[in-house]
């Protein structure tokens, strides 16, 4: 309770509306009063006209405790990551990532090792994605570790991508595999029980390498956006997979103001990964749709452009794009129908 409060006025738990709602409610008073401002909130970056480019700006803020927990992530992964998830949000606009700013708050707890370790994966993320460290900010806090990095990219102005351009008979096509992440997060999941338990145990990680290494160090897909310009595609709509496929299609088919149906038996799922979700008897599929952090690359794509990826390895295309009264859907292996929900990452539960 604060000196400030006033108790007749309403107060409304911000897990009444959830992340996106809350953001919708935040920003929606807001007017663009420049006219450089070419696209706000509401897709993986913002747009600002830079003359005969688009320059694209993304944020992302990890907390420690509740996007990662230290005794399990390596610092040095955690800086790696970070960078690659917002590297991800700029491919994510068909754009090319050159900056980033990192700012941390740190408490007292942590090392001046401990930050060299988190920077070392920054500047290792840096060398693989190709963008320059330019700025950040350095601040104490009373407890923990919270990072925030901002990617600034850049992109042709008629190659840009938005979530909002998918037509109806579009193709969906995802890049890589999905679900591997969070089944890595399962296996670390389940090893912090286990050494909670029994200190002296050692954690089994062996037989897990593909799933860990997607959950720890994931990829931004910079080499996609390169292969589409290669084979002259540019998507009608974009998106990054980090709350989970289902999410992210909800993301596209709203912005689009379409529907969508794809197939269970399409969904690109990796060997390592079916095995490890048969270990944990959760559904691979299940773990693709929902479980996020996978940072591949979600796209649609007129059918003109089929030809040109259909026999590429690394797309894989799993349904399409319908009018928007067909609603979302999913088509099971068994030919039931199911509507898509966003069981994404809901961080105010
Ligand atoms: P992503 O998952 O691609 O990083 P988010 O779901 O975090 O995207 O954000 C969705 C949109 O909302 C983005 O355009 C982002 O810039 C904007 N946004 C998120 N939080 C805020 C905030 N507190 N104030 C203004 N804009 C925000
Ligand atoms: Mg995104």
Redesign the pocket.
Known sequence: MSILEDKNQPKTPISELG??KL?EH??KDFVAKNSNTVY???????VIDCGDKYQLV???MLIEGVHFDLSYTPLKHLGYKLVA?NVS?VC?MNGVAQQITVSISISNRFTLESIEELYLGIRLACEAFNVDLVGGDTTSSMSGICISVTAIGQVDKDKIVYRKGAKENDLLVVSGDLGSAYLGLQVLEREKQVFQANPKMQPDLHNNDYVLERQLKPEARIDVVKLLAKKNIVPTSM??V??GLSSELLHICKSSKVGCAIYEDKLPIDFAAMTSAEEFKISAATCALNGGEDYELLFSISQNDYEKLKDDPDFTIIGHITDPSSGTAFIAKDNSRHDLIAQGWNSFD
């Not at 706000?40 to 913002?46: E, F, P, T």
């Open positions: 992340e996106f953001i935040i920003t706000g909130v509401g897709d993986d970056c913002a993304s944020t992302d998830v949000d994510a998106i990054d980090s709350d």
